[in-house]
């Protein structure tokens, strides 16, 4: 069964504290992404990974860093330098190249810090 | 600035009655427009795109039109069912090769039985 899981659903942290996000993919994508989404707004890209061993920043990168060592994963670590970082995280995945362009998209995961 | 547009934060229709959803762009090197299905604590679902070399798609009971000139697309579904019920989101890819998506903020739809 292919498609992207994202672990945990929900995760709580403390103030302070850098905390990783996973995602994992086996739909054999060259892609990955990671989106931001507030109450009422839309998704807001993090981070994006066309290939293994590179990535570049999205629209609203300060405070995240990422890493692509394996085509299968796209871990997000949100640091202490990220001022609001309470939201919910997706992680989607895509062909790319001249394929069809849209996104999978992974459940999510919901991070608390308080 | 917001490049995708989403104006209608909601939306209620009748089950059975026609659904349309309107998403603005203000880039025109935008070629490719998505719409995506958002349940509550879910990813968005991928429901349909449109080419900007063409003004028409259609799957079943969803049908997105694409008006270039007025940079403006719509999503209508015919007939709306309670389980349609969910934030729609229009995304946009810009044409120079990334495989970035743009996306608007959403509009909810409720489909009351």
């Known amino acids: 069964d292919g498609g992207i899981t994202q672990s945990p659903k929900y995760l709580f942290r403390k103030e302070g504290q850098n905390v990783t996000l996973s995602c994992e993919q086996n739909?054999?994508?060259?892609?990955m992404y990671w989106y931001r989404q507030d109450p009422g707004q839309g998704l807001r890209l993090i981070y994006y990974s066309q290939i293994v061993n590179d990535f570049q920043k999205g629209d609203i990168a300060e405070g995240y860093s990422v890493s692509r060592e394996k085509k299968e994963s796209f871990p997000l670590t949100v640091t202490s330098a990220q001022k609001n970082p309470t939201a919910f995280y997706l992680c989607?995945?895509?062909?790319?190249?001249?394929?069809?362009?849209?996104?999978?998209f992974g459940p999510g995961t919901r991070l608390t810090v308080t | 600035d917001q490049q995708v547009k989403q104006n209608s934060p909601s939306l209620s229709v009748q089950e059975g009655r026609i659904s349309i959803l309107n998403c603005d762009y203000t880039n025109s090197m935008f070629d490719y427009f998505l719409w995506y299905k958002k349940y509550p604590a879910e990813g968005p679902t991928f429901l349909i795109s449109?080419?900007?070399?063409?003004d028409k798609n259609e799957d079943g009971r969803f049908t997105v039109f694409l008006n270039k000139s007025a940079k403006h697309l719509s999503l209508h579904i015919v007939p709306s069912q309670p389980g349609d019920s969910a934030v729609y989101f229009c995304a946009a890819r810009w044409k120079a090769g990334s495989y970035q998506l743009t996306f608007g903020k959403g509009t909810k739809l409720s489909v009351i039985p």
């Open positions: 449109i080419s900007s070399i063409k």
């Open positions: 989607a995945s895509s062909i790319g190249g001249q394929a069809r362009y849209e996104q999978y």
């Open positions: 739909l054999n994508h060259d892609a």
